[in-house]
């Protein structure tokens, strides 16, 4: 066992404070990561606040971690001392359900391992990234390309797979029209990454606030959803929205915007049960649908096109001492686009 | 003109009575049907008793309509006089539309022309299929095949194409698992053609009463709604369930059943909005859609399959004067599984 310092929530709704854990010996298959950075995402805060439900205290958030191999077990085939690396949301998986086998493991039905809230394989809580180090199975690490920094890369392992793998699976591209909703965190990977994937982006976003911000980041168009002649102008335009919001919204509404055949994916969802007439998804053929982050394999896809691109996060680089007012200023909308912490502040 | 008898609702909600209407003279490009039999569908009276908004009257409903050509306008290409016939919900659409134009008059946006309680290009009200003559444009016309009976034809115009299309859009077929929710006039149709397209059928209907009915009509397996143990049982078994029902459902419920990217599509629907928690998407990557009768040539190639097939509707024949007590039966779900007026008798 290695102790390691960390920023820990020591219950629900309590501030994050400095605290020290214990990582597990790194096994035949596990590297240990020297963390870098770590991105704050908004599902923190929600697990943090036990918004989601009952959660496992004292908790260590981060799911958007970059970092260094520092020692490899010696099972380890992929990876090696100084290997610019990343973790996501999951650090295991059940690896034999009809999902897992197909690579597609963030929908395991077996019960994934979650990188922090989550109890591992040797039934002991897991831990995020707002630590000094990681001990984490090869299998659950993604490479970070020489292309991208660590401190943008930080964010693509949840904001950029979270948005990039219903691109990718919607077959967002050249000749379609995309739709953001909300321009946050996962909203400005999704315009980078959908304007690099070929297709004409449309942020909607509440105000005109960060306007020039969408545009810069690739938006082909800016629209505030507060005014209703946006839904007037854009009736029957999109062949896909990505909602990254989790207000609720009028689904109807949204749905109109839809071409025939066109699909609304939530990869933002509000806690409580939305309404919706179902007559909005008959008349045009529509989809709504859902998507959660993506597998290990299109991390790594994910990744390699963000190198080739040039694409990182927006980031507001803070040191750990900063965290909770981080949260507030999250919950304010008040971030462009991502906090990624120095662990090396920790 | 010419003056046909036909049963019309005089007013919303008022039981149906004889009376006659005017069609209009055959264009050149019309056809004029003796309609032989006209199947009830449940829509009929949501609009008879404007359950869907406000409706036109009088009202001849009948959008299942099978019969005989006996004239043909002098431009008319694809039919003569003798030819078996059907006309389904639509009689014409805008034609101009980017849906009209890739054949999906059904999504049409330039606002398609009911066969009943719409407005014609003539700007007068549309009549439907409880009559003895309807003039319909050629191209909203499809061939019924010799090898399917006109009586049991009728019903395949809305619940067969209903029913036909979604499951093809969604690749039911060989390997593939589908469930069908609600065995009425809808659901009996999706069992019939999930069979014969190649599909593993599943009826999950409130209760075993109509089991025998199901397994006979192709469901390879029938479980009942009502039983908590049905949920249980067939978690995450299914890559579409096809919902034929208007009644609420426990959505989240149904998803369930769902497999990672499956989906929940529906032809029936509550008239008042649903409840739906995002997270029963998010998780599986799931869909819920809709999806509307289908264009003119997939009902044309939905009817080849059925002759191919040998598949009808399951029919009670009535007469006229039965049409305000068939319709009490159709909404005590007393009814196996269409009924079919016999248009001899208006």
């Not at 039934?123 to 390309?145: A, C, N």
């Not at 930080?154 to 990039?164: S, V």
Request: net charge negative.
């Amino acid at each position: 066992m290695t102790t390691v310092a960390a920023y820990a929530a020591p219950a629900a709704k309590a501030p994050l404070e400095r605290t020290t854990i214990e990582r597990r010996p790194v096994g035949e298959h596990d590297v240990l990561i020297d963390i870098k950075f770590a991105g704050i995402c908004h599902s923190d805060i929600h697990q943090v606040r036990e918004g989601w439900g009952q959660a496992i205290f004292p908790m260590v958030p981060g799911h958007e971690i970059a970092g260094v191999v520092s020692q490899v077990g010696s099972g380890v085939t992929k990876y090696q001392v100084g290997d610019r690396v990343g973790v996501g949301c999951m650090v295991d998986s059940c690896r034999e359900c009809e999902n897992c086998k197909a690579g597609h493991e963030q929908y395991c039905t077996g019960g994934n391992v979650m990188t922090y809230n989550g109890i591992g394989k040797d039934g002991q809580p897991t831990y995020g990234g707002y630590s000094e180090k990681i001990v984490v199975d090869e299998d659950f690490v993604v490479r970070i390309p020489d292309g991208i920094e660590l401190d943008v890369a930080a964010p693509l392992l949840c904001a950029g797979i979270t948005t990039y793998s219903p691109l990718k699976h919607w077959n967002a591209g050249p000749g379609k029209k995309v739709a953001v909703l909300g321009m946050g965190g996962l909203g400005h990977m999704a315009v980078k990454l959908a304007h690099a994937l070929g297709a004409e982006v449309t942020v909607l976003s509440q105000s005109l606030r960060k306007k020039d911000d969408g545009l810069k980041l690739g938006a082909d168009h800016y629209h505030a959803t507060s005014d209703p002649a946006t839904f007037e102008q854009l009736r029957g335009t999109f062949d896909l929205i990505v909602s990254t919001v989790s207000a609720p919204l009028d689904f109807g509404a949204y749905l109109s915007l839809l071409k025939t055949d066109g699909a609304l994916v939530n990869v933002g969802a509000p806690e409580e049960p939305i309404s919706l007439n179902l007559f909005s998804l008959i008349g045009g053929r529509k989809t709504l649908a859902g998507s959660s982050i993506g597998s290990i394999r299109e991390t790594q896809e994910m990744l390699d096109f963000c190198a080739e691109h040039g694409i990182g996060a927006e980031i507001e680089l803070i040191g750990a001492a900063e965290i909770n007012d981080a949260y507030e200023r999250v919950l304010d909308s008040d971030v462009r686009y991502r906090f990624v912490i120095d662990t090396a502040t920790i």
